[in-house]
């Protein structure tokens, strides 16, 4: 970097650029004395840094106490702005772009001492952007004009002019198409407005449980795009192949309506944690063979609680009883939002409710006047069917004893196989209502020859009823999605599906006359899909786990364990005994140590400790001492000079022998000692 600053026009333009960022930004946001007061700032900082204070060295240092100090008036200035509702508060733009335009400030004030170049001009752009946000009306071109000074202070020196007119036609053609996008979707808003409006209703609700349902309501289920969603998970290796939501009463022109009055109303018999748990005789959920079964949904159930057929007890949250429809409906969940819930079932007779751990009262299995109900205007199409089927016999009697009922089910299978086809479509339903039989979507059914499982079932379960079998109309889930290896299985929208149930033999049994052949729908999940939905399951799970409580039981568990253990005299025998086997550990380890040691001592070792102490003795009687702590060749080296010098002449003969002797003896253990 150089000492001085070099200013030129270049300088000129970013001081400029500089001055519309700050008053675009204030006069944008209703602060122009705010703006104008950055700008006569940036002034003056261009003016000294320009003129008298060009030597870098001479300008104020960068601290950043103050640019981080700024962050906190601004934050009091936020939680002080009034709220916005059902909108962004221009405050959210505002502020960061002030805080910019200070950190600007700050950089330009210190630039060549702290402060770069770099941030001062990122800090200017993303201020002049925030000042461009809903821009009053006539200053579009000032903003313009100042992202054009940017680009002529900040780009290289020496550019060539053409590379800035193609600058220009580039920005141009996107200001264009950002212009003409805009201009298009202001005149098309409405329309695609629409279509995520009619998108979202179709992605967060899944068509077909609503307590009055239009015959054909399930095809959007099959039909749109998101009929691989994912609605329920069951926490089970052995799921259900049918999950019931409804039994629907009353048909009514291509209407199904729920019963109106619940068979009994289900109360809490105990709490699971924080689940309470309703049951369907005494302590039948507490029994040997009461299986639990986790069920978590991802859109809401409209206050179903799905479960399959044989079900002896349920546990849902936040609710303080349950409504219990005869043939196994329970309502009473919020209807509005997402829920989770339990089921319990018998696993040793999978759905058998004669059982051990459970039996529903006889009152909830018998048929009821609403089984029977068939509306007056579907009787001759009713008659036409059962004439077709051949399910009359020759007196005009109907076969609905419990022998031939089974027969007549069979008779309706094999019809519905061999002269029907499964088709999301019906090319003659074209009204709801009218005087033609294009306006009955059953005629309709029945004339075209092709539809899928409600039309079937609604069909089955009115001829059923003229022939005097007790029917009702069933939705929910049917044949789920298993992966080995999850601990799960998954309803998808495609699984919705509606059938019949039909009371023979004495009890009621599950009676599905659409062709089985015809039930899967859409594309099979990839394997993407497969295992990023297994990570979301098992994610899920863990947060239901820390959700529910259920970690609670485990810690009560685990503390009744450690307390058990604790107040065991086992324990502390087994604590002594740890105790000694380290200590005998210790003191074997420290033997084998010293013992090792004591073998590593060579003979050579031994024989010169000998002569070292034979030498110091010699010493010692001359009047030589080695001091506490001395090295041996220290102490050789003063026992030489000494012997050298003063004492040379004062010593005999004899004893400098010896003086002389121990000395090589101390050489010779210096030079070779440490060899071996």
Known sequence: MTRFEKVDIRYV???????????????????????????????????????????????????????????????????????????VSPYLIFLPGIYLLYLAALQERSRGNGGFEVFVAFDGVAALLFGMYMVPHGWGPVGLVGFLLALCAYTRRG??????????LVLAALGGISYGGWRYWKTQRYHYGAEMAESYYLRERVMGFDPVVALGSFGSNFSSRYNNQVVLRVWDTLPPTYLKAASYEKYIGGLWKL?????????????RVDYPVFELSDSATRKPGAHEVWVQSSLNTFGFLFAPYGSVGFSEKNVDSLDYYAGGMVQGMDSKKRSDWYYFVCRAGEGNVQDSCGQV???????????????????????????????????????????????????ILAYFRDNFTYSLSIPGLRRRFGTNSGGDPLAAFWREKQGYCEYYATLSVLVLRRL????????????????????????????SHAWAEVFVDGHWAIFDPTPPLRIAIGSEPGWWN????????????VMHMLKEGGWRLV??????????VVESPVLYGLLVALVLGLVGRKMRIAYKKRQRNRAIVSAKAIEWAKKLKVAERMLARIGY????????????????????????????????????????????????????
């Open 530 to 541: 497969l295992k990023w939905e297994g990570v979301r399951g098992r994610f899920v799970y």
């Open 159 to 168: 550019t060539s002019p053409y590379k800035y007119l193609i600058f220009l």
């Open 259 to 271: 019963p109106t009055v619940p068979a009994t109303r289900l109360f809490p018999a105990y709490y």
């Open 625 to 676: 001492r080695r001091e506490p702590g001395e090295t041996v060749g220290a102490f050789a080296r003063r026992v030489g000079k000494s012997i050298a010098g003063q004492d040379a002449a004062t010593l005999a003969a004899k004893k400098k022998q010896r003086a002389e002797q121990a000395l090589r003896i101390l050489d010779d253990y210096e030079a070779t000692r440490w060899r071996h």
């Open 13 to 87: 333009f970013k001081v400029l650029f500089l001055c519309i960022a700050s008053v675009c930004l204030g006069n944008t946001f209703e602060f122009l004395w705010l703006g104008l007061l950055f700008a006569f700032y940036f002034v003056i900082i261009g003016i000294l840094n320009a003129t008298s204070r060009r030597e870098f060295a001479k300008r104020p240092r960068y601290n950043k106490i103050f640019a981080y100090g700024a962050i906190v008036p601004l934050a009091l200035f936020w939680v002080m702005t009034p709220s916005v509702e059902n909108g």
């Open 361 to 411: 009262p006889d009152s909830l299995k018998e048929p009821e006047p609403g089984d029977f109900q068939i509306p007056p205007r579907s009787i001759p199409l009713v008659d036409t069917v059962i004439e077709a089927m051949g399910l009359r016999d020759t007196s005009g009697d109907s076969l609905g004893d419990t022998l031939h009922g089974v027969e007549t089910l069979h008779k």
């Open 555 to 564: 810690v009560d568990r685990l503390q009744d364990r450690s307390r058990s």
């Open 468 to 495: 005097g079998v007790p029917a009702r109309y069933a939705t929910g889930f049917a044949r789920p999605e298993v992966v080995e290896g999850r601990p799960y299985s998954v309803f998808r929208r495609k699984n």
